[in-house]
Structure formats: C-alpha cells, structure tokens
C-alpha cells in the first residue's frame, strides 16, 4: 500500500544546514520583536511614572554641570557597573527613557543591530560613562546599554571617568523627595 523505500530521511535539512541568509533573518526577527516590546514596556512605564509623579527623562550631565562643584577628573579604567546605576546622558536625553527604553521608532535600525551583535556573541566595546558620585552618565554606548538591559543584563563593561565633585547632587535631592505612599502600616483595631 505504502512504498517505505521512497521515504528520504535527508529530504528534511537539519539545523547546522540552513543556510546564513535564513539565521540572519531568525536574528533580525527576534531583535527586531525585542526592540518593539522594549518600546511598548517604555510607553507604559513612562505612564506609571507619569501617574506617580516620577521624573521620566535621562539626567542631562550637560544640564547639571553649572550645579556641580567639580574639583577635578581622573580615569578610571575599565569596570564592570551596575545598569541601574546609569541614570543620565551627557546630552543625549532625547532618544530614551529613565529606564533605556527607545522613545521612538527612530532609534529601531541602530537597536536592532546591536541587539543582533548582542544575540549572536560577537563582542561589544565597552560603553563609555562618567562617574559622578555614586551614578553614572553615559558619554558613548546608549543602544549598548538599552539592549542589554532589555535581554536583562544587570551591568555593563564600562570605561570609566570619575568627575570628583561636592555632595549633595541633584538627582539625590530629588530622590529624598519621594516619600511612599504608604508612610506608615495601616493598622486597624480588633473587635
């Protein structure tokens, strides 16, 4: 009824056969599926941080330079940092969020392309930061750092350069602002 003999177990190709154009194409969909989800997780989280009056934008490094007392600067060499440590830009502010969300498709071409660099293993220059205090403002690196972060990586190789300055900083007086919502448990009498 059934001829087994014409059966071809090679007619189906194995993974290590397809081809590069197609494993290209799996990466590009898989980065390119990543960069729209990181988009979509930025809109919301932006709306969260709207709602609970939370500063939304990168620090802008160029903005606060007037109000920072700097004594100096020095090299620091390459370090392994912490991503959310990372809470501005030296001018860059426009292109992500707080959280290196993108802000808009515009960023989409260069993302994916380093998120593909980031699937595949090839490696990635270290981002460049400035050390101011205990946070950081990225200098080079952006897309590096918002890819990573996006496929949960929690630091980052980062060359680095301490600007020494006086406390208090900006962005610490504006955290010691937020208080939660809750300050003290509710607690509610027995009967």
């Known amino acids: 009824m059934f001829d087994i003999k014409s059966l071809s177990v090679q007619s189906v190709p194995l993974r290590s056969e397809i081809s590069s154009g197609n494993q290209y194409a799996h990466q590009y969909n898989k980065a390119l599926n990543k960069f729209k989800s990181t988009l979509f997780k930025g809109a919301v989280s932006r709306l969260l941080r709207r709602v609970m009056n939370r500063s939304q934008r990168l620090y802008d490094l160029n903005a606060l330079k007037p109000d920072l007392r700097l004594h100096g600067c020095a090299y620091s060499g390459i370090q392994v940092v912490p991503i959310h440590s990372i809470i501005g830009s030296e001018g860059r502010t426009a292109d ?11 960023e989409r071409q260069r993302w994916i392309n380093v998120a593909i660099a980031h699937l595949t293993g ?7 930061l400035i050390q101011v205090g205990d946070a950081y403002f990225v200098r080079d690196g952006h897309h590096r750092i918002s890819v990573s972060r996006a496929f949960g990586q929690l630091a980052i190789d980062a060359e680095v350069i301490t600007w020494k300055a006086s406390a208090p900083f900006p962005w610490q007086a504006e955290r010691s602002k937020k208080r939660p919502v809750f300050a003290k448990p509710v607690t509610y009498p027995l009967d």
């Open 96 to 106: 992500f969020d707080m959280g290196f969300h993108p802000l808009s498709e515009a």
């Open 122 to 128: 090839q490696p990635l220059a270290p981002v460049q």
